[in-house]
């Protein structure tokens, strides 16, 4: 995956390239724990009125991998190429979850493997301490960083605290590191909000936009959250108010983020929302908009949702949304990616009876990609708002400037 941010107050002299980089893993799944931060790694080079500055060339192998040992590129190469065949992603879940696993030397063996090579691919330390030692030395060599707290679904309140302190402690960092080091802290809204309560509350903000008489008393002002083409299968029936205690819960969540958003504010650090499946989408869209709202630098929008351009609803939502945003002058911020979850969204369409929400081919989620891309770059081009773009392949950097 490679990332590009733009907005509207560079984009006529500065764009931002950057070459493959990958998703966070999770290597202790140890929720409670403070110690899995892992930043998702950028290349960046900036694009100034200076012709001197020039663009990546993607060919020039020498160029892109300056101050990369060989040894650490044989081990990323078989580390890639192992998460490429299928079977073998298979057996390694099935060895993770085994009964070998409580095997003292037969656990040390395999952690001791998957540390150096998938946990040390994918991963930033297993700290704070280690990421900061991580990111300052990818900063003296052209790279940059995103910080990615990589904890999610949380299953209660004390859990979804302890995610809080550690994403203000990771906005912290990220504006004691060197502004070049650090483009963006990523939060995701399972850390501080169960996925229990999320399910709850897309089902009944999808209820209100079938029934918009239908009063959702703890709704705060936020952007539109639906589009004609959005699956709404996951409600099939009317679905029961929150209880006292879910709205407890949800004011404790909102709490949270509130927090962390005004931390970012304070400290002038962007904040990435990631998006989840559509089961609780809804919600985690209304969590990034309302603080979007709420939380921006003038012009320049703080918070970035997340659109996942698989769905065949992405473009029109986020077009909707951005559209209903500029006409109550709150500048929108986007992360354009492909999308996360095609086996269980099209598994559990097909298990309702009704057609998948993802695109029918990969060739129209590209087409669905780098339509929203051209908008976005657009509505820049001529407003506010800034986008976040994962593109993952070298064609869509191309096509998309």
């Known amino acids: 995956m490679a990332n590009k941010v733009v907005c509207s107050k560079v984009f006529r002299d500065l764009r931002r390239f950057t070459a493959p980089a990958v998703p966070p893993m999770n290597f202790t799944g140890n929720y409670g724990s403070t110690n899995v931060t892992t930043p998702t790694l950028q290349r960046t080079d900036q694009i100034l009125a200076d012709p001197k500055k020039k663009v990546i060339n993607f060919d020039d192998v020498k160029e892109l991998f300056t101050g990369v040992s060989t040894s650490k590129l044989l081990r990323s190469s078989l580390t890639l190429q192992m998460a490429s065949i299928e079977s073998m992603v298979d057996l390694g879940v099935w060895v993770m979850n085994s009964k070998f696993m409580h095997i003292p030397i037969f656990k040390e063996v395999i952690l001791g493997f998957v540390k150096s090579t998938f946990y040390e691919h994918f991963c930033a330390g297993k700290d704070l301490i280690e990421v900061r030692k991580t990111v300052s030395k990818l900063s003296n060599v052209g790279l ?205 369409a097909s298990s309702l009876g009704f057609k998948s929400p993802i695109h029918d081919s990969i060739q129209q989620t590209h087409n669905c990609y780098n339509s929203c891309a051209e908008f976005m770059l657009d509505e820049i081009a001529n407003g506010s708002g800034a986008v976040v773009l994962a593109t993952h392949n070298i064609e869509s950097d191309v096509l998309n400037f």
């Not at 809080?164 to 809204?189: C, G, H, N, Y």
């Not at 949800?250 to 650090?269: F, G």
């Not at 065949?312 to 209903?324: F, G, L, N, T, V």
Request: hydrophobic share 40%.
């Open 144 to 348: 940059q960083g995103m910080l990615d707290y990589g904890v999610e679904h949380a299953t209660e309140n004390e859990s979804c605290d302890q995610s809080m302190k550690v994403f203000l402690q990771t906005v912290e960092m990220a504006k004691s590191l060197p502004s070049s080091s650090v483009s963006f802290v990523v939060v995701k809204i399972t850390a501080i909000c169960t996925p229990k309560l999320l399910k709850r509350m897309s089902d009944l903000l999808r209820w209100e936009q079938k029934d918009p008489s239908f009063n959702l008393p703890w709704k705060q002002k936020t952007l539109p959250l639906f589009a004609e083409l959005s699956p709404f299968y996951h409600t099939l029936k009317r679905p029961e108010p929150l209880t006292v205690e879910e709205e407890r819960d949800l004011q404790l969540a909102d709490d949270r983020l509130q927090k962390i958003c005004k931390k970012c504010l304070e400290l002038d650090v962007e904040l990435l929302i990631d998006a989840e499946d559509t089961a609780i989408q809804p919600a985690i869209d209304y969590f990034a908009y309302s603080a979007a709202i709420k939380y921006h630098k003038d012009d320049h929008p703080l918070i970035f949702g997340t659109i996942q351009a698989y769905l065949k609803d992405s473009k029109e939502r986020m077009m909707i949304a951005k559209k209903a945003a500029e006409k109550i002058g709150v500048p929108m911020g986007f992360k354009l990616v492909r999308g996360a979850y095609m086996s269980s969204e099209n598994e559990l």
